[in-house]
């Protein structure tokens, strides 16, 4: 009788943030993984950051092995994305084997093999008792040597040395290389992995992809998933729809800020929900936001306000126009304002740099404002994925989010799927309404969800205390959604002050 359970490869962690999710728990123990990619998407740096992280976070020594750049051009590289590659070669957990061309070297015709840079390859790993090796790339060799089946057949036998050593390689390939783009025809048949790096140009800006298109014998997630290249940090891959939707969830309530606003919440936000805030602009959303983070500093808790429409001084001035003082949760380092224009980077690089501030801060409550602002510098998958993205983070993390979002000044205007109205728990809806011969502001919770909510419209003002919610209007003809010729509500609440 056999024992039919499967036995799943071992895995060997990257160490390179959130590609380890997306490859299931990472690169298969000692086999080899083909890295492929255009020019610019990242190749190289994917190579030396296995390394690093191998090195960093493991305490597992390494072997890079250049068949294009310099190792000098290669030191400097990797200083820039914060890699001390020369203090480790200097401490022996890394080492380089050159195998570079010369200045003088022109395309080799004739018989060669790969023996000797075998051999070297071999010394340097019991040298330094690396259990990882870094190839970069095969497509020099393809360039250098004339007879690519001779090259193919020389590689092969390299990996299967490699292979015999007990180490994990990971060797990266051209993908816009003829030659190289049939060894890895070829390849794809051989390879025990195989990670493709993309660098597409959608409108003016360029995005990266990376997706593991074969992990022989390991589950992992299918799919091209973004990444960016941070200095210093190297890649950092963003794992969308990282919660499974099988995370445990809280019953446990959170004041909005207002005690009106809770009635109208069913007795407040969940812990770990996500909340839209939309209305057109002056209408108070960022008021709403604010006052809901000032409760839970109030409450002890730590906060993070990511702002893409204002800087962290009007932000602040704002808040004390408003009679909320945040200083001493700035200087407690409870608070944090994490604020710049969104065509201050990628949405990628906006969503990294939120994911590292959630790490190290470890907030209870966080606010984007405005969800608006940040999507006018994406396409729509990309800001759909920011979106999912975030949302999982939420969850995930048993976090409350409060996202504000903008809608049009007087026509119908709702947040839309793409900003997450199908993925918020609680929307809440801020809005203006003509109101005789001035303008008057009014709140309704259109959305709870798993809890009962008070949808009544309520009109609201603002003064120098914040923001204050009247008694419901549901006596009054209005809509929340009309257009902009829709006759005024009689009795649409205090007029603007």
């Given at each position: 009788m056999t024992d039919e359970t499967p036995v799943p490869l071992e895995r060997l962690a990257t160490g390179i943030a959130g590609f380890d999710r997306i490859a299931g728990g990472g690169l298969p123990v000692g086999r080899d993984t083909l890295v492929v990619g255009e020019s610019g998407a990242g190749k190289t740096v994917l190579a030396l950051?296995?390394?690093?992280?191998?090195?960093?976070?493991?305490?597992?020594?390494?072997?890079?092995?250049?068949?294009?750049?310099?190792?000098?051009?290669?030191?400097?590289?990797?200083?820039?994305?914060?890699?001390?590659?020369?203090g480790w070669e200097q401490q022996g957990s890394w080492r380089f084997v050159d195998a570079s061309p010369t200045d003088d070297e022109g395309v080799v015709v004739g018989g060669f093999d790969f023996s000797g840079l075998t051999t070297r390859i071999l010394e340097a790993v019991r040298a330094v008792a690396a259990t990882r090796v870094a190839i970069d790339s095969v497509s020099a060799a393809f360039?250098?040597?004339?007879?690519?089946?001779?090259?193919?057949?020389?590689?092969?036998?390299?990996?299967?040395?490699?292979?015999?050593?007990?180490?994990?390689?990971?060797?990266?390939?051209?993908?816009?290389?003829?030659?190289?783009?049939?060894?890895?025809?070829?390849?794809?048949?051989?390879?025990?992995?195989?990670?493709?790096?993309?660098?597409?140009?959608?409108?003016?800006?360029?995005?990266?992809?990376?997706?593991?298109v074969k992990l022989r014998g390991c589950r992992?997630?299918?799919?091209?998933?973004?990444?960016?290249?941070?200095?210093?940090?190297?890649?950092?891959?963003?794992?969308?729809?990282?919660?499974?939707?099988?995370?445990?969830?809280?019953d446990e309530r959170?004041?909005?800020?207002?005690?009106?606003?809770?009635?109208?919440?069913?007795?407040?936000?969940?812990?770990?929900?996500?909340?839209?805030?939309?209305?057109?602009t002056g209408s108070g959303k960022t008021l709403v936001a604010t006052?809901?983070?000032?409760?839970?500093?109030?409450?002890?808790?730590?906060?993070?306000?990511?702002?893409?429409?204002?800087?962290?001084?009007?932000?602040?001035?704002?808040?004390?126009?408003?009679?909320?003082?945040?200083?001493?949760?700035?200087?407690?380092?409870?608070?944090?304002?994490?604020?710049?224009?969104?065509?201050?980077?990628?949405i990628e690089e906006h969503l990294v740099d939120i994911i590292d501030r959630l790490d190290a801060l470890r907030p209870q409550r966080v606010v984007i404002?405005?969800?608006?602002?940040?999507?006018?510098?994406?396409?729509?998958?990309?800001?759909?994925?920011?979106?999912?993205?975030?949302?999982?983070?939420?969850?995930?993390?048993?976090?409350?989010?409060?996202?504000?979002?903008?809608?049009?000044?007087?026509?119908?205007?709702?947040?839309?799927?793409?900003?997450?109205?199908?993925?918020?728990?609680?929307?809440?809806?801020?809005?203006?309404l003509e109101?005789?011969?001035s303008f008057s502001r009014i709140l309704a919770v259109l959305k709870m969800r798993g809890s009962a909510h008070d949808p009544r419209v309520r009109g609201i003002t603002i003064d120098a205390q914040g923001l204050h919610i009247g008694e419901p209007l549901d006596s009054a003809p209005l809509t929340v959604f009309p257009e902009r010729d829709t006759p005024h509500a009689p009795d649409a609440g205090p007029p603007l002050p």
């Amino acid at each position: 009788m056999t024992d039919e359970t499967p036995v799943p490869l071992e895995r060997l962690a990257t160490g390179i943030a959130g590609f380890d999710r997306i490859a299931g728990g990472g690169l298969p123990v000692g086999r080899d993984t083909l890295v492929v990619g255009e020019s610019g998407a990242g190749k190289t740096v994917l190579a030396l950051q296995f390394l690093a992280e191998g090195i960093r976070q493991y305490g597992q020594p390494g072997v890079f092995v250049t068949l294009g750049e310099q190792p000098d051009d290669l030191r400097r590289n990797a200083a820039s994305l914060g890699f001390d590659v020369a203090g480790w070669e200097q401490q022996g957990s890394w080492r380089f084997v050159d195998a570079s061309p010369t200045d003088d070297e022109g395309v080799v015709v004739g018989g060669f093999d790969f023996s000797g840079l075998t051999t070297r390859i071999l010394e340097a790993v019991r040298a330094v008792a690396a259990t990882r090796v870094a190839i970069d790339s095969v497509s020099a060799a393809f360039v250098r040597f004339a007879d690519a089946a001779a090259v193919r057949w020389a590689l092969h036998g390299l990996l299967s040395a490699l292979k015999d050593a007990g180490v994990t390689a990971l060797l990266t390939a051209e993908g816009d290389d003829e030659l190289a783009q049939e060894y890895v025809r070829i390849s794809e048949h051989a390879a025990d992995a195989i990670v493709r790096l993309d660098y597409r140009l959608l409108g003016d800006r360029r995005r990266r992809t990376v997706e593991v298109v074969k992990l022989r014998g390991c589950r992992h997630r299918s799919g091209a998933y973004p990444f960016t290249i941070r200095a210093p940090g190297g890649i950092a891959a963003v794992p969308l729809g990282g919660v499974a939707l099988s995370q445990e969830v809280s019953d446990e309530r959170v004041s909005t800020g207002h005690d009106e606003l809770d009635a109208m919440c069913g007795g407040g936000f969940f812990r770990d929900s996500v909340v839209i805030v939309a209305g057109a602009t002056g209408s108070g959303k960022t008021l709403v936001a604010t006052t809901f983070l000032v409760d839970g500093l109030a409450r002890g808790e730590r906060a993070l306000f990511v702002g893409f429409e204002e800087s962290a001084g009007q932000v602040q001035r704002n808040m004390r126009n408003w009679s909320s003082d945040i200083g001493d949760a700035l200087e407690q380092g409870r608070l944090e304002l994490l604020c710049r224009y969104p065509e201050s980077g990628s949405i990628e690089e906006h969503l990294v740099d939120i994911i590292d501030r959630l790490d190290a801060l470890r907030p209870q409550r966080v606010v984007i404002d405005s969800l608006t602002a940040l999507e006018r510098i994406a396409g729509e998958q990309a800001f759909r994925e920011f979106v999912m993205a975030m949302t999982g983070l939420v969850k995930e993390r048993r976090i409350t989010g409060m996202y504000t979002v903008a809608t049009s000044l007087f026509g119908a205007g709702h947040p839309t799927e793409a900003q997450g109205s199908v993925l918020a728990d609680t929307i809440i809806l801020l809005r203006y309404l003509e109101a005789g011969a001035s303008f008057s502001r009014i709140l309704a919770v259109l959305k709870m969800r798993g809890s009962a909510h008070d949808p009544r419209v309520r009109g609201i003002t603002i003064d120098a205390q914040g923001l204050h919610i009247g008694e419901p209007l549901d006596s009054a003809p209005l809509t929340v959604f009309p257009e902009r010729d829709t006759p005024h509500a009689p009795d649409a609440g205090p007029p603007l002050p």
